[in-house]
């Protein structure tokens, strides 16, 4: 870690696991009661936008309305951030997969959500994009179009692009440490993203309860709010 001068983080839902947001495909996971087809692709929104908008506040209500907080996991990373930036010639991205706001409010500033956030709605029209906190008909009319129908979740979607490929993509080209925390490796492009680092130089470490693709250099196993502190101090 002291040796590395440019440092790609890639996160996914098991970091957010131990502050109660629920992951994709553990046995308790978020799949095992809603199909994939029905809520994460834009063919399930198109029959039934109803059903889609549900799941998303649903899981809106519960990141605003419960005691939802950042985890030492979160910290250790905003606190990494802030060490690397402060050192000449040395880069940091954080990279989630995650669309809940527990980096943002751990105090990461260098971060992309590459699957979206959770809070934010878009105009399918004008690609406007609204927080959801503000006061908004969420599922009905937009500001900037006042067409009924036009709002969307600010999500990525199965056979959507990621947002700000270009960006995260010279991140891993440059980076000389990758690093992937709470990612189950099921989802491209994330889950090539340790390759292409690693065929530019990289040395790639796995974090994570257990360990999901051997070809990383190292792994280490455990619960992210242990392991990652561990790690980054
Ligand atoms: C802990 C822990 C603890 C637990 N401590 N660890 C073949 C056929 C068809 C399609 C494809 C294909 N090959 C590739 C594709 C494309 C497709 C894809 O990957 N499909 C696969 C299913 C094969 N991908 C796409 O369509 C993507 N777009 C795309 O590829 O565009 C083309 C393109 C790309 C780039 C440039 C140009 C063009 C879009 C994918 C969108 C994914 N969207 C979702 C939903 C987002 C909104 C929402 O949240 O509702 O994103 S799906 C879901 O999975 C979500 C997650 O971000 C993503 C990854 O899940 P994650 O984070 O890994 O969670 P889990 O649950 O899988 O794993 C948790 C891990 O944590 C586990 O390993 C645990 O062990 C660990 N863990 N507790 C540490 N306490």
Redesign the pocket.
Known sequence: MAAARRIVVLT????S??SGIQ????SD?LWENHRIEDV?TPEGFAANPVAVHQFYNDRRQRLLDTDIRPNPAHSALARLEHTVVDRPEHDFLLVT???DNLHERAGSQALVHM??ELLKIRCEQSGLIFDTREDLTLDTCCRCCREPGNLRPH????????LA?AKISKALEQCDLFVAI???G?????AGFFELARDHGAHTVEL???S?NAAFDEHICG??STVVPEFVE
Do not use: C, D, K
């Open positions: 996914g839902a098991g970091i696991a131990e992951t994709f495909r553990a996971g994460a997969q995650n669309i699957h979206g999500v990525v979607w199965f056979g959507e692009i990621p490929m709470g990612t189950s099921n989802v491209y492009p994330a994570n309860l257990e999901t619960p992210a």
